[in-house]
Nanobody
Framework: QVQLVESGGGLVQPGGSLGLSCGAS????????MAWYRQAPGNQRELVAT???????KYADSVKGRFTISRDNAKKTVFLQMNSLKPEDSAVYYC?????????????WGQGTQVTVSS
């Protein structure tokens, strides 16, 4: 069974930094795009950043220049480095990956990790 397990959330002061990681485990053939989403109370889940298997990245306008997504294909892990954090970045962060489990590609989600930016 394929699982995505996240770690790294917590409480940080405004202007601070936090790093998230998400590793894939289980039986599968390949991982395509990986991404981070977030959802604040009362809001819809929104896309934060994506990264292809080749390392091409895209970011939401609200996090450009502050967040960096990266991945280690050998370790089947995606990372999100968050700098200059703002209170509005507070949310539950979810990782997402498109994974090949024969015979099809499927989207998998992590369990979510809370990020709270507050003084």
């Amino acid at each position: 069974q394929v699982q995505l397990v996240e770690s790294g959330g917590g409480l940080v002061q405004p202007g601070g930094s936090l790093g998230l990681s998400c590793g894939a485990s289980g039986k599968f053939l390949s991982i395509n795009d990986m991404a981070w989403y977030r959802q604040a109370p009362g809001n819809q889940r929104e896309l934060v950043a994506t990264i292809t298997s080749f390392g091409d990245t895209k970011y939401a306008d609200s996090v450009k220049g502050r967040f960096t997504i990266s991945r280690d294909n050998a370790k089947k892990t995606v990372f999100l480095q968050m700098n200059s954090l703002k209170p509005e970045d507070s949310a539950v962060y979810y990782c997402n990956a498109r994974i090949l489990v024969l015979p099809t590609w499927r989207d998998y989600w992590g369990q979510g990790t809370q990020v709270t930016v507050s003084s």
